[in-house]
C-alpha cells in the first residue's frame, strides 16, 4: 500500500552483529549461514604522512569551509586527528576485510575529504601500503536531516502522515542506530497498515529505546550515536538478557519463528531451575549458607560450585552466566527498579497532540518555547527535554489532570 512509506537509509553491520549472536540464536542457523571471522591487520600512519596531510590541509573540504556541517564525533576524519591530537605521532588504520575472502579491504580509520591524490601519496607512504592502489577515494558528504522534534516515538513523521523515517535522515551516525530505527519504523508502518497498535520500546527495556527517546527529546547538533552511557538502566540492558527482555514483544508481533521461540522458553525455564538451585544451603570452609550468598562474593564464580552443586552441570552456559550475574547485580538493580517505578506514571501518562502550552500562565517561557517545538507525546517525554524545567513539569502534572485540559483552537 503506497500510502505508507519507511524509508530506511543504512543496513546493520552484520559482521559485528554476527559477533553478538547468541549461542541459541547460532543454534538455530546451519554452518554456511554463520559468516566466518575474517583476520584483520593493524597499520600506523607516522610523522611523513602528518606532514603531507597538514601541507595539504587547504585541499580538504571540511578545513577549507566548503562543508559547514559538524562531523561526527567519534569517528574524526585522518586530517582532523593530524590536526587535533598533533603531539602523536602516528595513528591506528585497520585493514578490513569488505567480506569473507574478499581481496578489496576497507581502511577505517582513513576517512577523509582530501583529494584522491592527496590520499594515494599519504597512505603509499606507509611501509606497509606503499603499493597501495584505491578501488574507490575516501569522501566528505553533508547531508540534511529532519529535526528530531518533527518525530514520534514510532518514528512516525509528525508533519507527513504515514511517512517513517530511519537512519541518517534522523540525524544518526553509524550502521547498528540506522538498523535499529529501521527495525522501529518497519514494525510501525506495519503494523498500522494492519491497523494495530503501535510499538514503542521503553528506556529501561532496551537501547533502541534509549536512542529514539533520545532523537525525539533532545537536541541534536552532530551526528548523534548510542553509547552504554547514555542509558541510565543499563545495568538492567545487559546483553545476555536481550532474548528475555524483548522475545515476548517480537512473538507478539510476529517477528520469529516458533523454534526460536522454543528455544527462548527452554533457556527461561533453565534459568528459573538454577535460581531454586542456588537457594540450596551448601557447606563451603565449614561454613553452611545459601550458594547465592556465597555468589554475591566478587572472588567467587558459579564454576566454583559445581562440585557443591553437581546438577548445574546440566545446563547451558548461557543460562548459567545469566543466573550468577542476576545474583550479581540484584542489589543495583532493585535500586534501578525503584527508579523505574517513580517515573512509570510520567511515561504512562500522555498529553493531547493540541495541547496548548500557552494557555499555562505559570510556565516558564523557554518550557514553553521547548514544548511547543518538541510536541512531547507523554509526561515523561516532557521531563527530559532540555530546559524544561522540574517546575514546568509539575505544573504539566497538574494540568493533565483537570478535567478540560487547554487545547489550541481547531
Known sequence: NSSITTLVLASPNFESTNMLLSSFLASLMSDNMLLKNEPCHIVNTNPKVHEYLNDNLDKSAMFSGKIQ??????????????????????????????????????????????????????????????????????????????????????????????????????????????????????????????????????????????????????????????FTSRAEYRLSLRADTACLRLTNYANKIGLIQNNFLTIFKQLKDEINQIDKLLDTKIIINEQKRPANQFLMQNNNSIQDLLDYIPSLKEFSAHALFTAETNIKYSGYVKIEAKRVNKVKSMENQTIPDNFNYNLIASLSNEGKQKLNRVRPETLGQASRIDGVRSSDISLLCIMLKQPNVPRETL
Open 69 to 226: 556541517g559538524v562531523g561526527p564525533r567519534y569517528c574524526p576524519s585522518i586530517e582532523d586527528k593530524v590536526v587535533r591530537f598533533a603531539s602523536r605521532e602516528s595513528h591506528q588504520l585497520f585493514l578490513e576485510p569488505e567480506w569473507y575472502n574478499s581481496k578489496q579491504i576497507y581502511v577505517n580509520g582513513f576517512s577523509t575529504s582530501m583529494p584522491e591524490t592527496v590520499q594515494i601519496q599519504a597512505l603509499q607512504s606507509i611501509d606497509a601500503l606503499k603499493n597501495v592502489e584505491l578501488i574507490r577515494p575516501g569522501y566528505a558528504i553533508e547531508y540534511d536531516y529532519v529535526p528530531s522534534s518533527q518525530l514520534k516515538s514510532t518514528l512516525e513523521s509528525k508533519i507527513l502522515k504515514n511517512i517513517y523515517l530511519a537512519g541518517q535522515i534522523n540525524g544518526t551516525s553509524g550502521y547498528e542506530e540506522a538498523a535499529a530505527q529501521g527495525l522501529i519504523a518497519g514494525i510501525n508502518a506495519g503494523l498500522k497498515q494492519l491497523k494495530k497498535p503501535s510499538f514503542v520500546l521503553k528506556r529501561n527495556e532496551a537501547y533502541i529505546g534509549v536512542l529514539i527517546d533520545d532523537l525525539i527529546t533532545k537536541t541534536i547538533n552532530e551526528p548523534y550515536r548510542m
